[in-house]
């Protein structure tokens, strides 16, 4: 079982970015799937859950601009990121949430 994240890159504040989490070895519509983010020196912090039903559970801090969703003939999990602030530059990660296990994780980087 892994998930790969891709997607990142340079946006300016107030931009938009659409992370990918992609599986192998597991149908991600079967698995309670979680965003995290970790900014260097600080600890990792959640973004959100999809639940196989497609509910979905966001962070207060991105509740409303951030949404996640999933394309099940890609086994893809997507993180769609809106009006980005500077403080949320940081390495995105994917994961089952029963697992310890982390990808490598994506790097966002938010400025002008």
């Known amino acids: 079982v892994q998930f790969v994240e891709s997607g990142g890159g340079l946006v300016q504040p107030g931009g938009s970015l659409r992370l990918s989490c992609t599986g192998s070895?597991?149908?991600?519509?079967?698995?309670?799937m979680t965003w995290h983010r970790q900014v260097p020196g600080k600890a990792r912090e959640w973004v959100a859950t999809?639940?196989?039903?497609?509910?979905?559970f966001y962070a207060d801090s991105v509740k409303g601009r951030f949404t996640v969703s999933r394309d099940e003939a890609k086994n893809t999990m997507y993180l769609t990121m809106d009006s980005l602030q500077t403080e949320e530059a940081a390495v995105y990660y994917c994961?089952?949430?029963?697992?310890?296990?982390w990808g490598k994780g994506t790097q966002v980087t938010v400025s002008l």
């Open positions: 070895g597991v149908p991600i519509d079967a698995e309670i």
């Open positions: 994961k089952q949430h029963e697992s310890t296990a």
């Open positions: 999809l639940f196989p039903g497609g509910a979905t």
